[in-house]
C-alpha cells in the first residue's frame, strides 16, 4: 500500500440510487499521524473512522481539516439529494458540520453500522 491510500467503488446494485460511490483511506503502518485537508466538494457523507467513530460529514464550503494520517476512515458519500431525505435533516443544517450519525439516527443503529464497518475489508 502506497503511503497514502484512497480508493472509491461504486456502490452496490441496492444502494446505486442514494450513493455516489463508498470509499476508503489510509496509509501505511508507521505513517505519521499529521491532519490532511480535505478540500471541499459540496457532498454528504456518512464517515467510519478505525476507533469506532462514525459521523456524517455535511457538505463544505471550505476545506476542512479532519483525516489524520495513520487513521483507516470508510465511507459513503450520498448522491445530490438523496441525503436529507435518508438522514432526516435538511442538507444545510449539515453544511461545514461534523455530527455523530447516532445523533440523527438513533444510537442502536449506529452503533451496529460501526460494527459492520469496523468488520470490513481493508479496500473499496
Known amino acids: 500500500m502506497d503511503e497514502d491510500d484512497y480508493r472509491e467503488s461504486p456502490p452496490t446494485d441496492c444502494l446505486r440510487d442514494v450513493l455516489a460511490c463508498t470509499w ?18 459540496a457532498c454528504v457523507d456518512i ?5 469506532g467513530l462514525l459521523q456524517v460529514a455535511g457538505p463544505d464550503t471550505g476545506p476542512w481539516r479532519a483525516l489524520r494520517a495513520g487513521t483507516r476512515y470508510v465511507g459513503a458519500r450520498f448522491l445530490p439529494g438523496a441525503a436529507p431525505i435518508l438522514l432526516g435533516v435538511p442538507a444545510r443544517a449539515l453544511r461545514d458540520q461534523r455530527v455523530d450519525l447516532a445523533d440523527l439516527w438513533g444510537r442502536g443503529c449506529a452503533e451496529r453500522l460501526a460494527a459492520e464497518l469496523a468488520a470490513a475489508p481493508d479496500e473499496a
Open 47 to 51: 464517515v467510519w473512522r478505525d476507533d
Open 24 to 41: 476508503t483511506r489510509s496509509w501505511s503502518v508507521g505513517a505519521p499521524p499529521t491532519d490532511i485537508e480535505v478540500v471541499p466538494d
